[in-house]
């Protein structure tokens, strides 16, 4: 496995011990869901890289990986996205961040914030659809 992928793997398992530090209140299947979406994230990059494991013989179970993670990241982590502020809106400085309701930042801010995150993304993607096109 290369270098990036091993930092890669290092970032999404440090992510993981900041998400599950972040929210106040949760729900009790937060945990187990945000650990496995971290394990499932990772096995994505073994198994591309076939550096512990071979990848499974069938898509399916890799399939569901990329659709939990996606799912746990995108919907459960949802309040970690922001909101744009309108117009004429107040930012609502009192509130943390990560106390449950999605945060409001400007418009610019906010196009900044996607372009970084996607940014960021991007090599997961690429792993995930050179997996999936492996099994053609």
Not at 9 to 30: D, E, G, H, N
């Amino acid at each position: 496995m290369p270098f990036w992928a091993i930092a890669y793997c290092v970032l999404i398992a440090l992510s993981c011990a900041f998400a599950l530090t972040l929210y106040k209140i949760r729900p009790s299947y937060y945990i187990p869901g945000q650990i496995l979406s971290s394990i499932c994230s990772v096995l994505i990059f073994v198994f591309y890289y076939e550096t512990f494991w071979t990848r499974p013989q069938s898509a399916t179970l890799v399939l569901s990986m990329i659709g939990f993670t996606l799912y746990w990241e995108l919907w459960e982590n949802r309040f970690l996205f922001p909101k744009v502020l309108r117009p004429g809106e107040a930012v609502s400085e009192p509130e943390s961040p990560f106390s449950g309701e999605p945060f409001k930042i400007s418009p610019r801010a906010y196009i900044s914030f996607w372009a970084v995150i996607s940014a960021i993304a991007l090599p997961m993607f690429f792993i995930m659809a050179e997996l999936m096109l492996s099994y053609r």
